[in-house]
């Protein structure tokens, strides 16, 4: 070998040393930067992930307690006065739900604008307690101060106050307090907002169980947290501190310690109500699960180098020194070299993988889109060297496929035909990578799609689109896949063992994100829900009171600015509490239903429809600036809308079988003519609608400005009548029943009469049906029942048979066992039942067959004899009058008044009575007031009759005489 060879040789040797060394240096401290630098970044990420996980998660549990009271605030202004059972039942579902929420509180306002007094009326508590009942807040002058603060500005205030929270466990508490107005929801200016101020609702709120929640959250986390109150001057001052669980309990008797200032932590400002919280997050002190540690592979790759580098160095030493097998030796170095080129490829494969877990860490932080997310990690796949990146979800549907959501890279069509299950049938799609990772929960890796086994369906396509490897990253919640990762490369053997434990752990950080983020979309679902069942009506989907007073109150402003005008319809349901009495709530529930199904189809657009309450719905109509006159465009229009309405309620509902017959009756108040105020154009309509009820019922009346006098006299009448039972000034009058072929009387009927001290004689037409609406009609029932039974037995002792007819009003039918009732009655009197007549209106049988119907018969059964008041005047249905238990069918007076001038009316009666006949019940005519009407009934084969020909309705003293014959009746009339 020359001398040239040897030296080039030994320069051989230096220069392999030399860049051997620099190699493995530069490899060691690109390695050891790298893995540092990424190590650092993981674990900055997660602390950053769970901190901000916390900070959203107490963000936004205070923000549910602001709704708490925002919820509190809508039910006060919702009602008019809450009952303390109606404040609890409302408010104790609220404090159970939110744990950190301890109290609520309502305070009225008292005294006058500069004296106030803010005395606590009702409080709903976690324990039950009465905590701060009675006590005036208006004492304290802080407290003072943020009450008038929160009045004068009709927001939400906060204020942390030991003193006054010192009795809940010795807890540092925070205090949100909010306004409650009368009238409008926000008033426009302080004067209004202070003088028409109802009160505050208050909610307790204990930061410190709030931070416990959170740590509770990271239970093998290291995350301690601390909230802090803003002052005046900037300084902070601690709320309350939750050390995190991992780090060791603080001694006894140890204040918290402060907040870090440097090193990892995470602050946020949260204000609610005026204050500003400070939350920090910190890695507590003592605990090792956010410090990055420092891997060894990096000192692998120095010491693989150096001794590559010494291997090939003494090689060529040795080449040098003995000058042999030259060609092997550079075989060798050639070797080695690739050997190393392939280490740092290798490198290159764990770096791109490094930076694809820190930048999507970085959109795991900032997500707040589920798609967007996914999207964003597959683009960051391929921007650091793959070739195709794509996401999929597992389907539950009995095909069991795989729903590709995100896809990013070089797909051309790729991911539109994979057509991929994880079901796991033999030769079938899901025995594909994606598949089985899915299905077993495992990561699939393969490094050659060329050759792969179980890749046949996919292998054309993806080699022609320059996918050499695989890898399928199973997506995991709670030990079972949701989804999978797939990662392709362009270059064979693209995936070792280091890369696949980075992508894995990116897979598990994208997993937590997926359900971090559907928890958040929930919750927010949940909370819509919660809004829209708070103002719309759940049995009907109808808006409720709030929605229609702010929606009335907008077209207010519209009809002010550009000279329109409004009416707003109060429609109630006649006879509605009857259903609920006789037939169940259900059925009633069922009515309101198919009611509200009615008016919601007859409303015309730009109508407004919504439920009171009960049987109570509103309507608001509007109409805007015309060239006509509004206000008689919407008498015009309302009216006819008013009718509409009447007549699709005409035809019966359907209730299990029944056909229901259902009336309403209309209330109305327009704007400008009545009011400007949406309350009182509400309370116009509600005076309208009682108007039109006992006018009648079945019609709609207009709001006039003699109405409210006539709802006084109505409950000054109801006062009345209360203290009529009471202090018996009620008496009841008996009216002759004739039978008409001989004129002898052969019964009764017992009629109640009233004669108030300061008014005189108050008529039956004026004063049942204030009973009836009053629920007096219960106890006026019984009594005429009572006395009635008592003044026959007195007849009886005194030689006097005769029968008494009573009349039962429907309204006793659903306020307790009729039947009972008058068989008690009967027998405390000594009397048989048969003396006793129960009279019942067709209309009441005619409106259900339940309830009703059953104790009829049962009054029947029992003896009495029962008449139909009022035949001819309703909605009969012959077939159910001949299936009742009657004995007398009575002949209305309306049709007799008529009947010898109006052919009409004579037909009618003439059918009543032959209809009677033919059932083989009596008839009995109402109203006989003259001989010829006495003669023509007879004539037509009718049995009874009573009326003032006959008699007016005397006392009982008077019917004894005619009885006895003192004081004779007219003459029957002459046959012929």
């Not at 797939?486 to 950080?509: P, Q, R, T």
Request: charge should be negative; charged fraction near 25%; proline fraction near 5%.
């Amino acid at each position: 070998m020359s001398s040239r060879h040897s030296r080039s040789l030994l320069l051989a040797a230096r220069f392999v040393l030399l860049v051997g060394v620099m190699l493995s240096m530069a490899g060691f401290w690109q390695a050891t930067h790298i893995s540092r630098q990424a190590e650092e970044d993981r674990m900055t990420g997660a602390f950053l992930l769970d901190a901000s996980d916390r900070f959203e998660m107490v963000g936004r549990e205070l923000d549910r307690s602001a709704g708490a009271v925002h919820a509190l605030r809508n039910f006060f202004m919702a009602s008019r006065e809450v009952s303390d059972e109606e404040f609890r039942t409302f408010g104790q579902p609220v404090l159970d739900r939110r744990p950190e929420l301890h109290a609520l509180f309502w305070m009225p306002a008292e005294g006058t604008i500069d004296a106030p007094r803010f005395p606590v009326r009702q409080v709903a508590t976690k324990d039950g307690s009465t905590l701060l009942l009675g006590q005036d807040l208006a004492t304290e002058p802080d407290l003072r101060a943020a009450l008038e603060r929160s009045r004068d500005g009709g927001e939400l205030v906060a204020i942390l106050r030991p003193p006054l929270c010192s009795r809940i466990r010795e807890q540092l508490c925070q205090l949100l307090i909010l306004p409650v107005y009368a009238g409008a929801y926000d008033p426009a200016d302080v004067g209004t907002r202070r003088a028409s101020l109802r009160g505050f609702v208050m909610a307790g709120i204990l930061p410190a169980k709030l931070l416990h929640q959170a740590v509770a959250g990271l239970e093998k986390r290291g995350v301690s947290l601390w909230l802090m109150e803003r002052g005046g001057e900037g300084e902070a001052r601690l709320v309350a501190h939750q050390r995190a669980r991992l780090a060791a309990p603080l001694p006894p008797g140890l204040p918290p310690p402060p907040p870090p200032t440097e090193g990892r932590r995470l602050e946020k400002v949260h204000a609610i109500g005026g204050q500003a919280l400070i939350l920090i997050a910190a890695p507590a002190a003592g605990t090792d699960h956010y410090r990055a540690e420092r891997p060894a592979w990096p000192w692998l790759v120095l010491a693989g180098g150096l001794f590559l580098t010494l291997l090939a160095f003494f090689h060529l030493r040795s080449l040098h020194r003995h000058a042999l097998g030259q060609d092997a030796l550079n075989r060798e170095l050639e070797a080695e070299i690739g050997r190393h080129r392939l280490h740092e490829r290798e490198l290159e494969k764990v770096g791109r993988a490094l930076q694809l877990i820190r930048t999507s860490n970085h959109d795991l932080i900032h997500a707040d889109d589920e798609h967007r997310l996914l999207q964003r990690v597959c683009g960051n796949a391929v921007a650091h060297g793959y070739r195709l990146a794509w996401v999929g979800f597992a389907e539950q549907d009995e095909a069991r496929g795989v729903r590709v959501v995100a896809v990013a890279g070089h797909d051309e069509g790729y991911t539109d035909g994979l057509a991929l299950s994880w079901a796991d049938v033999p030769r079938g799609r899901g025995r594909g990578p994606a598949g089985t990772a899915i299905r077993t929960g495992t990561t699939c890796v393969l490094g050659d799609l060329a050759v792969a086994p179980g890749f046949d369906p996919w292998r054309e396509a993806a080699l022609l689109r320059g996918y050499q490897a695989l890898a399928c990253l199973p997506l995991m919640e709670g030990g079972t896949a949701f989804g999978v990762l797939c990662i392709y490369a362009a270059e064979a053997g693209a995936f070792d063992a280091g890369e696949i434990d980075l992508l894995k752990e990116l897979a598990l950080d994208l997993a937590f994100g997926i359900s971090a983020l559907r928890t958040r979309h929930e919750h927010a679902v949940m909370e819509a829900q919660l809004e829209h069942q708070a103002y719309y009506d759940e049995l009907t989907g109808l808006p409720r009171r709030a929605v229609f007073v702010r929606e009335v109150g907008t077209a207010l402003e519209r009809a002010r600015a550009h000279g329109g005008a409004l009416a707003v319809m109060l429609v109630d349901l006649d006879n509605f509490k009857l259903i609920n009495d006789t037939r169940g709530h259900p059925a009633g529930d069922a009515l309101l239903r198919d009611v509200a199904a009615r008016l919601r189809g007859a409303m015309p657009e730009g109508a407004l429809l919504a439920r009171l309450s009960g049987d109570k719905f509103l309507i608001l109509l509007t109409c805007p600036e015309v060239e006509a006159d509004p206000i008689e465009i919407i008498i015009e229009r309302v009216a006819g809308r008013a009718r509409a309405i009447l007549r699709i309620l005409e035809a019966p509902f359907l209730l299990s079988g029944a056909e229901i017959y259902m009336r309403a009756s209309i209330g109305i108040s327009r704007f400008p003519d009545h009011s400007e105020n949406v309350d009182d154009l509400i309370r116009h309509a509600d005076a309208a609608l009682y108007l039109a009820k006992t006018c009648g019922r079945n019609g709609y009346r207009f709001y006039s400005s003699d109405i409210s006098a006539r709802q006084q006299r109505r409950l000054d009448l109801e006062g009345r009548l209360h203290r009529a039972l009471a202090g018996g000034e009620l008496h009841l009058l008996y009216q002759p029943i004739v039978e008409l072929a001989s004129g002898r009387m052969v019964g009764v009927e017992a009629l109640a009469r009233w004669r108030d001290p300061e008014r005189g004689m108050i008529s039956p037409a004026e004063f049942i049906p204030v009973a009836e609406d009053s629920g007096l009609i219960k106890p006026l029932g019984e009594w005429v029942v009572r006395e009635a039974c008592r003044q026959l037995a007195a007849w009886r002792a005194g030689g006097m048979e005769t029968k008494v007819a009573v009349n039962l009003s429907v309204r006793q039918f659903g306020q307790g066992d009729v039947v009972e009732m008058v068989e008690r009655m009967a027998r405390e009197a000594g009397l048989p039942p048969a003396l006793i007549e129960l009279e019942v209106t067709e209309s009441a049988m005619m409106l259900e067959t339940g309830e009703l119907e059953a104790q009829v018969r049962r009054m029947a059964e029992a003896g009495f004899s029962i008449s139909l008041d009022d035949f001819g005047t309703g909605f009969s249905s012959l077939s159910r009058i001949a299936e009742l238990p009657i004995h007398v069918l009575k002949v209305d007076k309306s049709f007799v008044d008529e009947m010898l001038t109006d052919r009409t009316r004579w037909a009618i009666v003439n059918t009543v009575i032959q209809f009677a006949s033919h059932l083989g019940v009596h008839s009995l005519a109402e109203g006989i007031e003259t001989a010829e009407q006495w003669a023509e009934l007879h004539r037509l084969g009718c049995q009874y009759g009573q009326g003032y020909h006959f008699r007016r309705p005397s006392p009982a003293e008077d019917v004894e005489q005619i009885w006895r014959g003192g004081q004779p009746l007219p003459s029957a009339p002459a046959e012929g």
